[in-house]
């Protein structure tokens, strides 16, 4: 009989930074359990293995855990050599480091607040998007990943797992909102690299399907509409379904 | 090992705290860097160029690449120049650090900010609140990290969470000032507050 994993995640369905560490495990190829999380409810192993954010993912390696997306791929990586996900160059590893945070800091928020948004609001945050992503196409197109195939140059690397998971919600958002976010003739080659990564087989059996992914956003934008009726709300947290779904839905912000 | 490169430049400037911690990760490691001085309110079109994306310093420009966000930074310094180690060797202890350092950006920057910037019931609540998150970094890192011995959180040596706090600590105290109330107490965070002391006194931070 096998023994247990030593690896077990604490995870959503959902949530973009579970996928990330899902993926990593993957394409590592490290067997692991994963125990779904409800996120408004958080169970006792939860709250205490993550007191402070009491968020997923959390990876608990022979029980002991570790927390926060990026540091987990970073945990991984570290601790399990084949199939390296960080480069070794430290400049290179900087540079991924760098767009990781971005991804967080910049992108991520941008695109819940087309999510959360209506009217004024939403066109402005699409435009935000959009900036975004234009610098993204430009670090591609002709700088630091120009001529790669992935972020992490051949293979999928850390930059990949971190952006990819999580541009999937760019198609959601562009049918459930009706805006367009990555339009192939302005970000042509941002646009083939998400089309070749969510070709993966990996990302495959990692990524849920559109149309649950579709009618999960269909729920909580009808949600966050009937919340806001002028009044600030705040809409329960799906952690990292975009890194920034948890918003106060404020009416006359639109 | 990584090839070390030759020329090393820091755009930076003495009211940031985030560019203070580069400093001394640099000078921690001995390492030679030329230091280019910043007007926060009227930024060069150099920075501009080398940081598009956050128009901020701190920048380490390194045989002409430019690498931006401190954190960032400091890790990648970490990488290159191997002594004294800021990071420690363990993976698992590696990420909890990591975990620390990022609860600074996000748990402490912020109400920091916010004393700064505010008045009144506002900025008694970001006093509050950074207060109050200090002590549970004080706890958790007691917890997580640290072995009784030595001054800092690293142990005998300062390490990359000593570097960040210590950098910082200039700033909190002018916080305390301007805000009138005591933020740092040895009583409350006496771990923290070693560190930073400690931190002050080290010849490479008080030679210029």
Same mark, same amino acid.
């Given at each position: 009989?096998?023994?247990?994993?030593?690896?077990?995640?604490?995870?959503?369905?959902? *949530?973009?930074?579970?996928?990330?560490?899902?993926?990593?495990?993957?394409?590592?190829?490290?067997?692991?359990?994963?125990?779904?999380?409800?996120?408004? !409810?958080?169970?006792? &192993?939860?709250?205490?293995?993550?007191?402070?954010?009491?968020?997923?993912?959390?990876?608990?390696?022979? @029980?002991?855990?570790?927390?926060?997306?990026?540091?987990?791929?970073?945990?991984?990586?570290?601790?399990?050599? @084949?199939?390296?996900?960080?480069?070794? *160059?430290?400049?290179?590893? &900087?540079? &991924?480091?760098?767009?990781?945070?971005?991804?967080?800091?910049?992108?991520?928020?941008?695109?819940?607040?087309?999510?959360?948004?209506?009217?004024?609001?939403?066109? &402005?945050?699409?435009?935000?998007?959009?900036?975004?992503?234009?610098?993204?196409?430009?670090?591609?197109?002709?700088?630091?990943?120009?001529?790669?195939?992935?972020?992490? +140059?051949?293979?999928?690397?850390?930059? @990949?797992?971190?952006? +990819?998971?999580?541009?999937?919600?760019?198609?959601?958002?562009?049918?459930?909102?009706?805006?367009?976010?990555? @339009?192939?003739?302005?970000?042509?080659?941002?646009?083939?690299?998400?089309?070749?990564?969510?070709?993966?087989?990996?990302?495959?059996?990692?990524?849920?399907?559109?149309?649950?992914?579709?009618?999960?956003?269909?729920?909580?934008?009808?949600?966050?509409?009937?919340?806001?009726?002028?009044?600030?709300?705040?809409?329960?947290?799906?952690?990292?379904?975009?890194?920034?779904? !948890?918003?106060?839905?404020?009416?006359?912000? +639109? | 090992?990584?090839?070390?490169?030759?020329?090393?430049?820091?755009?930076?400037?003495?009211?940031?705290?985030?560019? $203070?911690?580069?400093?001394?990760?640099?000078?921690?490691?001995?390492?030679?860097?030329?230091?280019?001085?910043?007007?926060?309110?009227?930024?060069?079109?150099?920075?501009?160029?080398?940081?598009?994306?956050?128009?901020?310093?701190?920048?380490?420009?390194?045989?002409?690449?430019?690498?931006?966000?401190?954190?960032?930074?400091?890790?990648?310094?970490?990488?290159?120049?191997?002594?004294?180690?800021?990071?420690?060797?363990?993976?698992?202890?590696?990420?909890?650090?990591?975990?620390?350092?990022?609860?600074?950006?996000?748990?402490?920057?912020?109400?920091?900010?916010?004393?700064?910037? =505010?008045?009144?019931?506002?900025?008694?609540?970001?006093?509050?609140?950074?207060?109050?998150?200090?002590? $549970?970094?004080?706890?958790?890192?007691?917890?997580?990290?640290?072995?009784?011995?030595?001054?800092?959180?690293?142990?005998?040596?300062?390490?990359?969470?000593?570097?960040?706090?210590? =950098?910082?600590?200039?700033?909190?105290?002018?916080?305390?000032?301007?805000?009138?109330?005591?933020?740092?107490?040895?009583?409350? $965070?006496?771990?923290?507050? =070693?560190?930073?002391?400690?931190?002050?006194?080290?010849?490479?931070?008080?030679?210029?």
């Amino acid at each position: 009989m096998d023994p247990p994993s030593s690896l077990k995640l604490l995870g959503s369905w959902a *949530d973009s930074h579970t996928h990330r560490v899902q993926l990593a495990l993957k394409l590592k190829g490290l067997e692991f359990e994963y125990q779904e999380e409800d996120v408004i !409810n958080p169970s006792p &192993a939860l709250l205490l293995h993550n007191p402070i954010y009491k968020k997923v993912p959390v990876l608990l390696h022979s @029980d002991r855990p570790v927390v926060e997306s990026v540091v987990i791929l970073q945990y991984i990586d570290e601790t399990w050599a @084949d199939n390296p996900i960080m480069p070794s *160059d430290p400049f290179e590893r &900087a540079v &991924a480091r760098f767009w990781c945070h971005f991804a967080e800091d910049k992108l991520a928020p941008a695109v819940g607040a087309v999510f959360s948004s209506s009217g004024e609001g939403q066109k &402005a945050a699409v435009d935000q998007v959009h900036d975004n992503l234009k610098l993204l196409e430009r670090e591609l197109r002709d700088g630091a990943f120009k001529g790669q195939r992935f972020f992490g +140059g051949e293979k999928i690397g850390l930059l @990949d797992i971190v952006l +990819g998971c999580g541009s999937y919600w760019l198609a959601v958002f562009e049918e459930v909102m009706e805006v367009k976010l990555v @339009d192939p003739g302005t970000f042509p080659v941002f646009h083939a690299w998400l089309k070749d990564f969510e070709e993966q087989n990996e990302v495959k059996e990692t990524i849920p399907a559109i149309d649950k992914l579709l009618e999960y956003a269909r729920g909580i934008r009808q949600m966050m509409l009937r919340l806001s009726n002028g009044t600030s709300t705040t809409v329960p947290a799906t952690a990292g379904t975009t890194g920034a779904i !948890n918003v106060a839905v404020d009416g006359s912000s +639109g | 090992m990584a090839d070390q490169p030759k020329e090393v430049k820091l755009y930076g400037n003495e009211f940031s705290g985030y560019a $203070t911690m580069v400093h001394s990760a640099l000078k921690l490691k001995g390492v030679a860097y030329e230091y280019v001085k910043e007007d926060l309110q009227n930024k060069s079109e150099e920075l501009l160029r080398l940081n598009p994306v956050y128009k901020k310093v701190p920048v380490l420009v390194v045989d002409g690449e430019p690498i931006a966000e401190s954190l960032v930074i400091l890790q990648y310094i970490d990488d290159v120049w191997k002594n004294p180690p800021l990071l420690p060797e363990d993976p698992y202890k590696r990420a909890k650090v990591q975990f620390w350092a990022d609860y600074v950006y996000h748990k402490l920057a912020p109400p920091a900010s916010g004393i700064r910037r =505010s008045e009144g019931d506002a900025r008694k609540k970001a006093e509050e609140e950074f207060v109050a998150n200090l002590i $549970t970094m004080e706890d958790g890192i007691r917890e997580e990290l640290w072995s009784a011995g030595g001054s800092f959180i690293n142990g005998e040596k300062p390490g990359l969470l000593d570097v960040i706090m210590g =950098s910082c600590y200039k700033g909190l105290k002018y916080l305390e000032d301007v805000a009138g109330v005591k933020l740092v107490e040895k009583d409350r $965070t006496p771990l923290l507050c =070693s560190c930073m002391e400690a931190f002050a006194e080290l010849d490479v931070v008080k030679r210029p």
